[in-house]
């Protein structure tokens, strides 16, 4: 159950696009831009090409089409899970396209219908699990220590 600050609590996204505004991706920024504390900074981008950094947004977001091996490849080494925490909005989700992506760092997925009420909630969950880390990560936690 999500506390009155978390409810409250204003979520930046940066959505990823890998499908360079497929109907899909649009649709989804569209319904998290309608969302109330929301806000959505858009991007697209290719295989192999740099995911923004995530410090200025709560939560990435990559929308990923489905993917040959090599171009999974070059995506995980495109970003870093430790600026903060990556979802996948999977347009056509295959178990092992999910499961490398997974494995590289991405700690949660969702797919078509897009649904705030399945969304929203993942990503609150990604923030709470990822929160520490990034604390602990921080440059003056490290020079504190």
Not at 37 to 61: D, I, K, T, W, Y
Not at 89 to 107: C, F, K, N, Y
């Amino acid at each position: 159950m999500l506390s009155e600050w978390e409810r409250q609590r204003p979520l930046d996204v940066l959505l990823s696009d890998m499908t360079c505004n497929s109907d899909e991706g649009v649709e989804l920024r569209e319904l998290l831009e309608s969302a109330d504390g929301v806000s959505v900074v858009a991007e697209n981008v290719r295989p192999g090409h740099r995911v923004g950094v995530a410090q200025s947004h709560s939560v990435v977001l990559l929308v990923v089409p489905r993917l040959a091996e090599p171009e999974q490849q070059q995506l995980l080494s495109s970003f870093d899970p430790r600026e903060g925490p990556v979802l996948l909005a999977a347009l056509q989700p295959d178990a092992e396209t999910i499961s490398r992506l997974m494995h590289g760092g991405a700690v949660d997925y969702f797919s078509p219908p897009w649904d705030l009420a399945n969304i929203l909630p993942r990503i609150r969950k990604a923030l709470r699990s990822q929160a520490p880390r990034r604390e602990d990560a921080s440059p003056a936690k490290k020079k504190l220590a």
